[in-house]
């Protein structure tokens, strides 16, 4: 049975150097995606998201805007960011690394999610729900994202290492009965 994303409790985060000193954080707050999860091995699990590119948010409109703009993601010609896992390795009960495609600006690269299964429980409607951590790290320049000015005092205004950090929640929908 797939399993969905819930929108209203989960993060989609990811940060970045500014001027090689600080760390700039913002996020995605539009996206979708399922889980096609092979209990309890996990080995044939499949996970997919979309993210709306324009949905970004760091908290600056004018940095925002940039982050839109062709010098990064160009949201216009490239709206969506994908997913989708290609094999699932799982370490123990609560952790897994989930291999996978990320497709930014229409360039696909291999990336490896480390997960953390936080717990189970049911929701109010009595469906499954499951708590996950992901992190990675990905090198923006290797999807094409090489925008940068140098900075007198040597280093880059924008660093390379993009960390990205998601804390999902999932849910199991409840099955339908049809008739009667």
């Known amino acids: 049975m797939a399993w969905e994303f819930d929108p209203a409790h989960t993060v989609i985060e990811f940060s970045a150097k500014h001027m090689m000193v600080t760390t700039v954080k913002g996020r995605f707050t539009k996206f979708s995606g399922k889980i ?7 080995t044939a699990s499949q996970v997919e998201f979309t993210i709306e590119a324009d949905s970004l948010s760091t908290g600056d409109p004018n940095r925002d805007n940039h982050l839109r703009s062709p010098d990064f993601l160009d949201v216009a010609k490239y709206p969506t960011i994908n997913f989708k896992s290609t094999r699932v390795e799982k370490l123990d009960d609560d952790h897994a690394r989930v ?3 990320l497709t930014i600006r229409d360039v696909t690269k291999p990336v490896t ?3 953390t299964r936080e717990g189970e429980t049911k929701n109010m409607k009595g469906e499954r729900l499951a708590g996950y951590s992901v992190h990675t790290s990905i090198n923006r320049k290797d999807w094409g994202l090489v925008w940068n000015v140098a900075l007198e005092t040597g280093g880059v205004l924008v660093g390379e290492k993009i960390n990205i950090n998601i804390d999902a929640e999932v849910f199991e929908p409840a099955t339908q009965t049809v008739g009667a």
């Open 113 to 115: 999610l480390e997960v």
């Open 36 to 42: 096609d999860l092979d209990e309890p091995e996990h």
């Open 99 to 101: 291999y996978g495609d």
